[in-house]
């Protein structure tokens, strides 16, 4: 999918996603921020094929999902029993984008 990123826009945009992703795990941003900035950096992206948007909204939602149950809890941050599960996400998210640059 690397034709996905000789879109300026697009290959900016992976780029602002996978520097939210390291602001997060260096704890300098809530699980929230995270979820709200990469899907709102993802919805500035122009002609993304559909399965790229499908498999990364997938990740979006796990992250989504694990941030709803942390605020369940009143937790900014992610449950200690759902902590494997973001962390493979987020994996996951970072092998997505250097495959599509």
């Known amino acids: 999918m690397k034709n996905l990123s000789e879109n300026k826009i ?25 979820a709200q900035d990469t899907y709102s950096i993802i919805a ?3 002609e ?11 990740y979006w939602g796990a992250i989504e999902e694990v ?4 605020l369940m809890e009143d937790s900014t ?8 599960l973001l962390s493979k996400t987020l ?3 970072r092998l997505l984008i250097d495959e599509s640059l």
Do not use: C
């Not at 941030?67 to 942390?70: P, R, V, Y």
């Open 91 to 93: 994996s996951d998210i």
């Open 10 to 34: 697009n290959k900016e945009a992976l780029l602002a996603v996978t520097r939210r992703l390291d602001l997060y795990e260096q704890g300098e941003t809530t699980l929230s921020q995270l």
């Open 67 to 70: 941030n709803a149950l942390a």
């Open 48 to 58: 993304v094929p559909t399965v790229w948007h499908n498999r990364f909204m997938r």
């Open 77 to 84: 941050d992610s449950l200690p029993e759902h902590k494997a």
């Open 44 to 46: 500035g992206m122009v």
